[in-house]
């Protein structure tokens, strides 16, 4: 394995992980109490997770050239599968285990809007990947220097639409649909960076912390706000440009080269992971899990993360071996190639 592809594991794997502790972190976020700064500081860090897995596409799909018919036949058809058997899958969840749920009409609705709040991902992701011949086209007849440009007006402008007007607005609204592409062209430009470990780690540090410390002013009255965890916050894209920076550099370094094998074939689990781990929730909602954020929350949040992303790799690469089931992964869980990357 070249260090570039190992690289790129070792970010898809840290994502997706990032995106478990987000999750994690945001079961007793709005929940007042002691635990709440330690839900706050895991939460800010795991900001980074989705830009990252943009990033990962935009950084080795961008710069490559191919018919597009090659193209729509390996990405945009590979996408459609798993975003048509999820949507049913937690339509028949919802109403098979949550009392809120919405009715059987739902998975009409799925071409409108997601399933699950999670699958937003694959709808941004289809809208970026649509995006990506012309972004070539145009890319690869731009100088360096108006590449950076771009890039830089284009995520200035979406970033500073974003903080004039936070959330509430969704993440399929068309603002941060043009966002996410932006992440794609953000990937092309930070992937020609040479590593630096320093600046990297100084860069996610403080955009966290000041995620964190700004975070918790803003909920100093009672009222938890959530306002710079958008995923196209100024803070937010200082931490992925950082993490990106700082994981590529960690990947030269002689222990992480160690455990290439294992990310290797973490990475091919990664998108399966996104897909199912919601299912399994419902280990959040336990007494004995309760317990443990609440009352263990900065020890707690972490172990709890990393048991979840155990259980659901395991689950996806028990799916693996399933025939079939290699297109409803993307083709991630058997390991014959990535979404995001072949």
């Known amino acids: 394995m070249t260090r570039h592809h190992f690289e790129w594991d070792l970010v898809r794997v840290v994502a997706a992980l990032l995106v ?16 709440w700064q330690a839900a706050n500081v895991y939460d800010s860090f795991a900001r980074a997770s989705v830009p990252l897995f943009f990033m990962v596409s935009g950084a080795l799909l961008i710069p490559k050239q191919e018919a ?30 949550d009392e809120t749920a919405v009715a059987w009409d739902g998975l009409a609705r799925v071409l409108t809007e997601p ?79 040479p590593p630096m470990p320093l600046l990297g780690a100084a860069l996610y540090v403080s955009a966290g912390i000041f995620t964190a410390m700004a975070t ?33 550099a960690l990947a030269g370094v ?7 094998p294992w990310i290797a074939y973490g990475a091919t689990l990664t998108f399966g992971i996104y897909l199912v781990h919601p299912i399994f929730a419902a280990f959040l909602d336990t007494s004995f899990c309760r317990s443990v954020l609440l009352g263990y929350s900065w020890i707690g949040i972490p172990a709890v993360t990393i048991f979840w992303f155990v259980v659901s790799a395991a689950a996806v ?11 409803v992964l993307g083709e991630s869980a058997v390991g014959a190639s990535r979404l995001t990357a072949s």
């Open 20 to 35: 478990v502790l987000g999750h994690v972190s945001s079961a007793i976020w709005y929940q007042p109490g002691a635990h």
């Open 68 to 97: 597009i018919s090659l193209y729509v036949k390996k990405r945009l058809a590979r996408l459609t599968v798993p975003i048509v058997f999820w949507s049913a899958v937690y339509v028949a969840w919802n109403r098979v285990f």
């Open 115 to 193: 399933a699950y709040y999670h699958l937003w991902f694959l709808y941004a992701l289809l809208f970026a990947y649509t995006a990506v011949p012309v972004l070539r086209w145009s890319w690869s007849r731009l100088t360096d220097v108006s590449q950076r440009w771009l890039v830089a007006s284009w995520l200035t402008a979406v970033a500073g639409l974003s903080w004039m007007q936070p959330p509430p607005f969704g993440p399929l609204h068309p603002i941060n649909l043009l966002g996410y592409v932006g992440y794609l062209l953000l990937g092309a430009i930070v992937q020609r960076i």
């Open 216 to 248: 918790a002013w803003l909920s100093r009255g009672g009222t938890p706000e959530a306002n710079l965890y958008g995923f196209l916050m100024p803070n937010v894209i200082v931490m992925a440009i950082g993490l990106m920076m700082l994981l590529r």
């Open 254 to 260: 002689e222990s992480c080269k160690r455990a290439s």
């Open 317 to 327: 690469a028990a799916m693996g071996r399933i025939p079939g089931c290699r297109f």
